[in-house]
C-alpha cells in the first residue's frame, strides 16, 4: 500500500531531521568524555563546566552583540527599501531592487574573502566586531526586505493616506499607523536576521579577528576531544533557547494578525 | 435642490495633470459653490478619481490652480487643507477601536480629553452608530464601516468633503438607503460634499450639480434634470440613462429647426433642442424610452404617431421595456412603459401603434 511506504518515508524523514538534534542533550547528560553508546551515567557537570569557561562566555557576549546589532541594522535597511519598492516608483527600480537582494544568492565565501580583502587590504582597518556587523548586515538585509515586502504590500496604501488627510505628518503617519500595522513583519525580520547572524560561521571565520562568535569559538573547541561534552551542553542550551524564542515570536505574530483582522498566512510555527 | 446661487467655494482653473505619456486631466475648468452636492461621474478612467485626488491634495497638478475659499492650493499637503475624505475601501485603521478611529483626526487639537470624547460620541450619533465607540473596527460590516469613515472624516468639520465612490462596495438595497441617509446628513451639517461615482442613477439622485467627465475632460456640467433631458453631446447622452438614437436628416434651418427623422416622420423642433450648432444634412436625434409609449387599442393618442412591430420584450415587474421596430427605421427603439392595472404586456411581433411628442425629441449634429 502506497499510503504505508508513505509513512514510513515520513517518519525515516523526520528522524533523519530531529535525531542528532535530540542527540544533543543525551550526550550532554552522559558521565563521559567519549561520544559514544553505551552511556555511562547521569552528570550535570559539563554544564557546570561552562560556567567557568570565560572565553566562552565573551564568545556568546559578542554574538549577541553582533547578532542584535545587525538584526536591528538589517531590519531598518530593510523597512526602508520595502517601503520604498512598495511605495514608489523611480527609475531603474527592478534594477536597484535586483542588486539590493543579490546577497541572498551570493556564495558566503565569496562574500567573506571579497570583505576581508575590502577590510584589510584597501582600505588597511583593523578587524574587528564592527567588520563581522557589517557583513552579517548585509547578507541579513535582503532577508528582512523578503520579509517586510509582504508586509507592506498587504497594508493598503489609503490607511496611510486617510492619517495624512485627518492631520498627521508623514512621520506621525508611519508612527501611528503604518509602524503598528506591518509590526508582526519587523518582528519576523528580527529574529530571522538574528538566527541568521548567530549561526553565521564562514564570515565570522574570515572576519572575527580577536574576538571569536560563538560558532567560531565552539569550532576551535572540536579540536580538543575532552571538550566536546561542553559543546553538547552548549548546544542542548542553545536548541531550548531557540525553541523559547520562535514560540514567543510566533504567539505575537499571530496576535498581532488576530489585532490586524487579516488571515493568517503562514508563519514559523 | 439648492435654490439660490451661493459662494464659489472650490475654483480650479485649467488643471492639467499627465504621467509619462498619458494624460489624466485635460483642462479642468470647476466651480463648485458652498454647500453643494457635487458629482464627478465618468467612466472608470476618465480622471474623476485623479480630479478629486488633486482638490484632496493627493496628486500634484502639472499644470493649473486650484482654489478653496480663495487660497491658492499649490504646495499645500494634504493634512493642511480644509478638506476631507472618505476612500473607497474605507480606510478604517484595523488596530484602532471605532471611537479611536472617528477621534483620530482630534489628536492634534487643544480639545480637553473630555470634549473629545463628547466630540466622538456625537459624530457616532449623527451617523447612527451611538454607542458603538469601544468596538474592535474588525467586527464592523460594509455599511458600518461606510458610516464609521464619514463620522471620522466629518469630526473635523472640513470645508469640503470629499467621497471616492464610497457605496460601490455595498449592496444595491444598502447602496440606495445610504444614498438617502448621505443626502439627509449632507443637508444637516451643510458642508459641500464632492461624490466620485460611476454609477450615473447615484449621481442623478444625490447630486445638486454634476459634472460629466470622458477621457480628462469635463463633457458637461449641470444640475440632474437639465443633464437628463438636455445632454450637449451624444457620449453624454448615451452615458446618463438610455437614449435611442435615430438617423435624422435636417430639412429647416431658419427659426424652428425642421427634421425628418427615420421611423417617426417629419419634426419641427425648438432651436433649444439642438445639441451643438446643426446644419442642414444628416444627423441624429435622441429620444428617451419614457418619452415615447405604446398606444393599446383603446387609447386616444396625444402628440404624434408612429407604427411599428414588436422586436423584443423584457418584463421588470413595475415596468415593461419594449424594443419596437418602427415602420422605416433600420434597428428597434426601446419604450418603457409603466405596468398600470389592466393594461396587458405585447407579445414579440405584435403591430402596435407608439405614440411620440416632439418636445422630447434631442438633436445631435
Known amino acids: 500500500m502506497s499510503g504505508g511506504w508513505l509513512r514510513i518515508y515520513a517518519i525515516a524523514y523526520l528522524v533523519f531531521l530531529y535525531a542528532p538534534i535530540f542527540l544533543l542533550p543525551v550526550f550532554a547528560f552522559n558521565d563521559s568524555t567519549i561520544i559514544a553508546f553505551p552511556l555511562d551515567g547521569f552528570t550535570t557537570r559539563w554544564f557546570s563546566d561552562l560556567t567557568t569557561v570565560g572565553?566562552?562566555?565573551?564568545?556568546?557576549?559578542?554574538?549577541?552583540?553582533?547578532?542584535?546589532?545587525?538584526?536591528?541594522?538589517?531590519?531598518?535597511?530593510?523597512?526602508?527599501?520595502?517601503?520604498?519598492?512598495?511605495?514608489?516608483?523611480?527609475?531603474?527600480?527592478?534594477?536597484?531592487?535586483?542588486?539590493?537582494?543579490?546577497?541572498?544568492?551570493?556564495?558566503?565565501?565569496?562574500?567573506?574573502?571579497?570583505?576581508?580583502?575590502?577590510?584589510?587590504?584597501?582600505?588597511?582597518?583593523?578587524?574587528?566586531?564592527?567588520?563581522?556587523?557589517?557583513?552579517?548586515?548585509?547578507?541579513?538585509?535582503?532577508?528582512?526586505?523578503?520579509?517586510l515586502n509582504a508586509s507592506f504590500s498587504n497594508l493598503d496604501a489609503s490607511l496611510e493616506e486617510a492619517?495624512?488627510?485627518?492631520?498627521?505628518?508623514?512621520?506621525?503617519?508611519?508612527?501611528?499607523?503604518?509602524?503598528?500595522?506591518?509590526?508582526?513583519?519587523?518582528?519576523?525580520?528580527?529574529?530571522?536576521?538574528?538566527?541568521?547572524?548567530?549561526?553565521?560561521?564562514?564570515?565570522?571565520?574570515?572576519?572575527?579577528?580577536?574576538?571569536?562568535?560563538?560558532?567560531?569559538?565552539?569550532?576551535g573547541l572540536l579540536r580538543f576531544p575532552g571538550q566536546i561534552p561542553v559543546v553538547m551542553a552548549l548546544g542542548t542550551i542553545l536548541v531550548l533557547a531557540s525553541i523559547l524564542l520562535l514560540t514567543i515570536a510566533e504567539y505575537y505574530r499571530r496576535r498581532g494578525v488576530a489585532r490586524a483582522g487579516q488571515s493568517d498566512s503562514g508563519g514559523f510555527l | 435642490m439648492t435654490a439660490s446661487p451661493r459662494r464659489t467655494l472650490i475654483e480650479a482653473r485649467d488643471v492639467v495633470k499627465t504621467y509619462g505619456d498619458f494624460t489624466a486631466l485635460e483642462g479642468i475648468d470647476l466651480d463648485i459653490r458652498e454647500g453643494e452636492f457635487f458629482s464627478l461621474l465618468g467612466p472608470s478612467g476618465c480622471g474623476k478619481t485623479t480630479?478629486?485626488?488633486?482638490?484632496?491634495?493627493?496628486?500634484?497638478?502639472?499644470?493649473?490652480?486650484?482654489?478653496?475659499?480663495?487660497?491658492?492650493?499649490?504646495?499645500?499637503?494634504?493634512?493642511?487643507?480644509?478638506?476631507?475624505?472618505?476612500?473607497?475601501?474605507?480606510?478604517?485603521?484595523?488596530?484602532?477601536?471605532?471611537?479611536?478611529?472617528?477621534?483620530?483626526?482630534?489628536?492634534?487639537?487643544?480639545?480637553?480629553?473630555?470634549?473629545?470624547?463628547?466630540?466622538?460620541?456625537?459624530?457616532?450619533?449623527?451617523?447612527?452608530?451611538?454607542g458603538y465607540g469601544n468596538r474592535s473596527a474588525q467586527a464592523l460590516s460594509g455599511g458600518q464601516r461606510q458610516r464609521v469613515a464619514l463620522a471620522r472624516a466629518l469630526i473635523l468639520k472640513p470645508k469640503v468633503l470629499l467621497l471616492d465612490e464610497p457605496l460601490s462596495a455595498l449592496d444595491k438595497k444598502l447602496r440606495e438607503q445610504m444614498q438617502v441617509e448621505l443626502i439627509k446628513l449632507q443637508r444637516t451639517v451643510g458642508i459641500t460634499f464632492i461624490l466620485v461615482t460611476h454609477d450615473q442613477e447615484e449621481a442623478l439622485v444625490m447630486s445638486d450639480r454634476i459634472a460629466v467627465m470622458f477621457d480628462g475632460r469635463i463633457a458637461q456640467m449641470d444640475d440632474p434634470e437639465t443633464l437628463y433631458k438636455h445632454p450637449k453631446t451624444r457620449d453624454v447622452a448615451e452615458f446618463i440613462g438610455v437614449m435611442n438614437f435615430l438617423p435624422a436628416t435636417v430639412t429647416a434651418t431658419d427659426g424652428r429647426i425642421g427634421v425628418d427623422v427615420a421611423g417617426l416622420g417629419a419634426a419641427s423642433l425648438d432651436p433649444g433642442q439642438c445639441a451643438g450648432t446643426i446644419s442642414a444634412g444628416d444627423c441624429s436625434v435622441g429620444v428617451r424610452p419614457e418619452t415615447m409609449s405604446i398606444l393599446f387599442p383603446d387609447d386616444t393618442p396625444r402628440g404624434r404617431v408612429a407604427e411599428g412591430v414588436v422586436d423584443e420584450v423584457v418584463y421588470y415587474g413595475d415596468m415593461t421595456y419594449y424594443d419596437i421596430h418602427l415602420d422605416g427605421a433600420d434597428t428597434p427603439v426601446r419604450i418603457s412603459m409603466r405596468n398600470l392595472m389592466g393594461r396587458p404586456v405585447l407579445d414579440i411581433r405584435t403591430r402596435t401603434r407608439v405614440a411620440w411628442d416632439e418636445r422630447s425629441l434631442v438633436l445631435f449634429p
Not at chain 1, 556587523?133 to 523578503?146: D, V
Not at chain 1, 536576521?193 to 565552539?218: K, M, R, W
Open chain 1, 163 to 219: 492619517a495624512i488627510d485627518l492631520g498627521e505628518t508623514r512621520w506621525s503617519t508611519f508612527r501611528l499607523i503604518t509602524f503598528p500595522l506591518v509590526m508582526p513583519g519587523i518582528i519576523s525580520s528580527l529574529l530571522i536576521s538574528f538566527t541568521i547572524s548567530l549561526d553565521e560561521f564562514i564570515i565570522a571565520f574570515f572576519l572575527t579577528g580577536a574576538q571569536p562568535t560563538l560558532p567560531v569559538y565552539v569550532w
Open chain 1, 55 to 147: 572565553a566562552l562566555h565573551d564568545a556568546v557576549w559578542n554574538s549577541l552583540v553582533i547578532a542584535v546589532t545587525s538584526a536591528v541594522l538589517a531590519t531598518t535597511l530593510g523597512i526602508c527599501a520595502a517601503r520604498a519598492s512598495t511605495r514608489y516608483r523611480f527609475p531603474a527600480k527592478a534594477g536597484i531592487m535586483g542588486l539590493i537582494m543579490l546577497p541572498l544568492v551570493l556564495p558566503e565565501i565569496i562574500v567573506a574573502v571579497s570583505l576581508l580583502v575590502v577590510i584589510v587590504q584597501v582600505l588597511g582597518l583593523p578587524l574587528a566586531q564592527w567588520s563581522v556587523i557589517a557583513a552579517h548586515t548585509l547578507i541579513c538585509t535582503p532577508f528582512c526586505i523578503a520579509i
Open chain 2, 51 to 130: 480630479l478629486l485626488r488633486t482638490i484632496a491634495g493627493f496628486e500634484d497638478m502639472s499644470a493649473g490652480t486650484v482654489k478653496i475659499d480663495g487660497k491658492d492650493m499649490a504646495g499645500v499637503p494634504p493634512n493642511r487643507r480644509p478638506t476631507n475624505m472618505v476612500f473607497q475601501s474605507y480606510a478604517i485603521f484595523p488596530h484602532l477601536s471605532v471611537g479611536e478611529n472617528v477621534g483620530f483626526g482630534l489628536r492634534r487639537s487643544s480639545m480637553s480629553k473630555a470634549e473629545k470624547a463628547k466630540a466622538v460620541e456625537e459624530a457616532l450619533a449623527m451617523v447612527g452608530l451611538k
